[in-house]
């Protein structure tokens, strides 16, 4: 069973900082999304990484995969309020269309 | 705005009741998901159409029923709910199960049961 860690759960920052969430899966997966979700509201994707040594930058936002580490990791560079939301990485390792979300990180910047 | 819609957006319900969650996408995709999610917590899949067929069954209770009349819709048939189903009901689409996209999310019903 595919099983998905993420960390840190929580992570409060200041404005201007760096800082990396980690996601950890258990078996192969041969793809691995990336959403965002602001309080009360639904889950905005991010990134889809497909293959060893992806990396995929929008804005501030950069996530890379390492498949044989079985790691991904989302980096925040120099952190700003509209960052505020909690990040969740999933992994999926079937063509059925289910994929395993980690439990989410709650990213809180403070000024 | 979200391309993938749901109605209503709350719902409130006695344990007796019998209500139904849609869900409403026009991109062309031919996955359809139902996830729930608790507060906190991350989604949990219920289930997932592909085609227009059932293809994914997490077991979940009989008192929810899904249903997909047709490519672009999808149901949540509710009924005898307990309190512990209280949670924000997702639906999403994909290109299909098999494609390498991202599910695409509605806003979500927030259903509470009395």
């Known amino acids: 069973e595919l099983k998905v860690e993420q960390n840190p759960l929580f992570l409060s920052m200041q404005e201007g900082k760096n800082y990396t969430i980690y996601c950890n899966y258990s078996t192969t997966s041969d793809r691995l999304y990336w959403y965002r979700q602001d309080p009360g509201k639904s889950l905005e994707s991010l990134f889809v990484?497909?293959?060893?040594?992806a990396v995929k930058q929008e804005g501030r936002l950069m996530a890379s995969l390492d498949t044989k580490a079985r790691l991904s990791t989302l980096h925040i560079t120099a952190a700003v309020h509209d960052l505020s939301a909690t990040y969740f990485c999933?992994?999926?390792?079937?063509?059925?269309?289910?994929?395993?979300f980690g439990d989410g990180t709650t990213l809180t910047v403070k000024p | 705005d979200t391309e993938v819609t749901q109605t209503p957006k709350h719902l409130v319900m006695g344990m007796t009741n019998k209500k139904s969650l849609k869900c409403e996408q026009h991109?062309?995709?031919?996955?359809m998901y139902w996830y729930k999610q608790k507060a906190k917590k991350p989604p949990e899949l219920m289930f997932v159409?592909?085609?227009?067929?059932?293809?994914i069954n997490e077991s979940v209770p009989s008192r929810f029923s899904p249903e997909c009349p047709n490519s672009s819709l999808l149901n949540l048939h509710l009924h005898a709910l307990q309190p512990e189903d209280s949670a924000l009901y997702l639906c999403?689409?994909?290109?299909?199960?098999?494609?390498?996209?991202?599910?695409?999310f509605g806003d979500g019903t927030r259903l509470s049961i009395l």
């Open positions: 159409y592909s085609y227009e067929k059932l293809s």
């Open positions: 991109m062309g995709h031919r996955a």
């Open positions: 999933a992994a999926q390792n079937t063509n059925a269309g289910k994929s395993t």
């Open positions: 990484l497909l293959s060893n040594g």
């Open positions: 999403a689409s994909s290109q299909g199960v098999s494609w390498h996209q991202p599910q695409h």
